[in-house]
């Protein structure tokens, strides 16, 4: 069965490598949102299986846009991966507090962050030929 996934990240190019790897090497589908508001509308037109979340964003930074996700009842159980380029120890605790499924730093391996996905979701991956 393929997952849907969605990809909220300011930087085009991330997004695009993020999608492009997630297709091409598990299969899944995805789309991406260019701004925290614009993923926050995406989310909750789901249904989505993960969203990838960037930290860093301009107007609506990860936590705003995690925070707001969790006041919508069609994104609440969603589980979110943050994407961040760096990750401090006090972060970590952060991160568990809030209840994001995992953390993926930048820069990824693009063959193998689909893996990293589904290992921190506890789901099985199969090699996608």
Excluded: N
């Excluded at 701004?35 to 979340?53: F, M, N, R, T, Y």
């Excluded at 925070?67 to 568990?96: N, W």
């Excluded at 689909?114 to 991956?125: D, E, F, K």
């Amino acid at each position: 069965m393929s997952k849907r996934i969605l990809v909220i990240d300011d930087e085009l190019d991330i997004r695009e490598v993020v999608c492009l790897s997630l297709e091409e090497f598990t299969g899944w589908q995805t789309d991406s949102a260019g701004s925290g508001q614009e993923g926050v509308e995406k989310a909750v037109a789901g249904p989505w299986d993960a969203i990838l979340l960037d930290v860093s964003m301009p107007d609506m930074d990860g936590y705003a846009v995690y925070g707001e996700l969790q006041t919508k009842p069609e994104a609440r159980a969603i589980p979110v991966i943050l994407l961040t380029a760096k990750v401090l120890f006090s972060d970590r605790d952060r991160f568990a507090y809030l209840g994001v499924a995992g953390v993926i730093t930048k820069p990824f391996d693009p063959v193998t962050v689909g893996q990293q996905v589904a290992q921190i979701l506890g789901w099985a991956t199969y090699p996608h030929h």
